[in-house]
């Protein structure tokens, strides 16, 4: 089969400000030759609906920009954050302006033309490691795919762990998703990149207009710290605060655990995350799906875990990943029959979570010392 060509910058550039323009909602009959040519390189065209293969394509690169303000302005620009879709363009691209404080005006001249491009050479990139990877055959899923099985052993027994690779707030059908915290449980604000803050936006109860009714996370780790005598004070490292999932029940998530790994760094906006404390969180994640998991009906049985710590607590992929399977390894082999996922952003994530049936072996890093 013919090599598949990989698509230029400049006409995916000014394809992806038509989308910014229209909105997701409104991509159905759009020309976007240059967006369906990557979308059908990446994509089985018998699965492809109008307009459903190009934001698939669109949130693949999206995820595949660095974490922080890059990442979120093109998320509120394209209207990939929750809840924005149907936003008009300029509401979108005001929000975006918040991301990185700057006026819309600005936005529009210098910041929004970056995120664009920034997004528009990430999609020649999925298309040159599809293409690199299958000999220039259309696949199934774009760069090795979003969702994965691992087959490890544990406790003399096989165990199939499912790896996803993609943003937090995409994982569905899911009964636990483990979300990293601070240990003054305090969220981040919802237009912020971390895990915490994406499952934050996603359990937002919305009207039709997008606009935030309730925000069921916040207001239940408040309600969770006042029920057990911790209002205004930090709980130790390695807490677990179950929480509804707010609207991420319609997707099949139905408990949140907030785990407490990141310690403030006084007088800085930074954190110190201790891999024991990521081993003892898990652990202690584990234990109260066994508690909870008879409560519901159906039980409790899947549990998703993000690499604690390896976002702005410092860890590198490796030493977090270490930490987090100490803890669900010992619990796999005493005979526990947990669904276990794992969800990453990157590539280089991946590679580790796949690296389990060999050992997991933190590579040296300074950063796992602080």
């Given amino acids: 089969m013919a ?16 989308v910014r323009r229209a909105g997701l909602v409104r991509l159905r009959g759009r020309a976007l030759p240059a ?24 949130r693949h690169a999206v995820s595949r920009l660095d974490a922080g303000t890059l990442r979120t302005a093109a998320e509120y620009t394209l209207g990939l954050a929750e809840g924005t879709r149907d936003w008009p363009a300029s509401d979108r691209r005001a929000r975006a302006a918040r991301v990185y404080g700057v006026s819309v005006e600005r936005f529009r001249k210098d910041h929004e033309v970056m995120v664009l491009g920034q997004v528009a050479e990430h999609i020649v990139r999925l298309v040159a490691e599809r293409a690199g990877a299958s000999g220039g055959a259309s696949g199934t899923e774009p760069a090795g795919g979003t969702h994965r099985t691992v087959r490890v052993r544990a406790g003399g027994r096989s165990v199939t762990l499912t790896l996803h690779v993609h943003p937090v707030d995409l994982v569905r059908d899911v009964d636990v ?16 990149s971390s895990v915490a803050a994406s499952l934050r936006r996603a359990a937002a109860v919305r009207g039709v207009t997008g606009d935030v009714l309730d925000d069921p996370l916040h207001h239940e780790l408040r309600a969770w710290a ?3 005598g911790v209002s205004g004070r930090a709980v130790l490292a390695g ?31 930074d954190y110190d995350v201790l891999p024991s404390d990521v081993t003892r969180a898990t652990s202690r994640a584990l234990a109260v799906l066994a508690e909870e998991h008879t409560r519901f ?28 399977w100490a803890a669900v390894e010992a619990e796999l082999a005493r005979g526990a029959d947990w669904d276990v996922h794992f969800v990453v952003r990157t590539p280089e994530a991946a590679a580790q979570v796949e690296r389990i ?3 997991v072996r933190p590579a040296p890093d300074r950063r796992a010392a602080r």
């Fill in 3 to 18: 090599a598949t060509p990989l698509p230029d910058v400049p006409p995916l550039t000014a394809e992806l400000r038509e």
């Fill in 35 to 58: 967006l369906e040519s990557a979308a059908g390189a990446l994509t089985d065209p018998a699965a492809r609906t109008p307009g459903a293969a190009v934001e698939t394509l669109l």
């Fill in 177 to 192: 998703i483990v979300s990293p915290a601070n240990v003054h449980l305090a969220l981040p604000e919802p237009y912020k």
């Fill in 226 to 228: 006042a029920a057990h």
């Fill in 239 to 269: 807490t677990v605060a179950a929480t509804g999932a707010g609207a991420l029940a319609d997707r099949g998530v139905r408990r949140i655990y907030h785990a407490a790994v990141a310690v403030p760094r006084a007088g800085t906006n």
């Fill in 297 to 324: 009906l159906p039980p409790l049985r899947s549990v998703c875990l993000p690499l604690l710590g390896s976002g702005r607590g410092g860890l590198p992929y490796a030493v977090s990943l270490a930490a987090v």
């Fill in 357 to 359: 049936p060999a050992g």
